[in-house]
């Protein structure tokens, strides 16, 4: 089930067999439902923020094990959010995923350029998704570590 970031006050707590967090910035409801869905499909906790700047408000309240970023987004983009997220002490080594409809060959280089473990192009096979959240966490196919 997607947690409110409202209910996120115990969340920094890391127990050996939590579920592995996932922050899903999108500034659709529909694309934020469908990544949601498929990941708790999955067994990961998801943790859902708007745009970018919520991203940085909870990011360190929901300590999430990786986060999927859109690009376009009002407020603040996806690359300006990763680049933060990139120079901040405790998220600077936080996997990425880019999820976004901007494909040209300099929107992949910029997600080069700023780290980001992966980027997925939408629309995304949900089983594209899957596997690449789980090799940003470090599980394999199996959800092993």
Not at 48 to 62: H, I, N, P, S, T
Request: with cysteine.
């Amino acid at each position: 089930m997607t947690r409110s970031l409202e209910s996120r006050s115990e969340l920094r707590e890391e127990g050996a067999g939590r579920p592995r967090r996932v922050l899903v910035v999108d500034d659709s409801e529909v694309i934020r439902r469908l990544i949601a869905v498929n990941l708790e499909l999955e067994g990961f906790e998801v943790y859902l923020a708007e745009d970018g700047q919520e991203c940085l408000d909870v990011v360190d309240k929901v300590a999430p094990d990786v986060v999927t970023l859109d690009v376009v987004m009002p407020r603040l983009d996806g690359f300006a959010t990763a680049a933060r997220l990139r120079s901040g002490a405790t998220t600077r080594g936080l996997p990425i995923v880019m999820v976004s409809a901007c494909a040209q060959e300099s929107d992949l280089a910029r997600g080069r350029e700023l780290g980001v473990e992966a980027y997925l192009t939408k629309p995304f096979d949900p089983a594209d998704l899957v596997r690449v959240v789980r090799g940003a966490v470090g599980l394999g196919v199996q959800g092993r570590e």
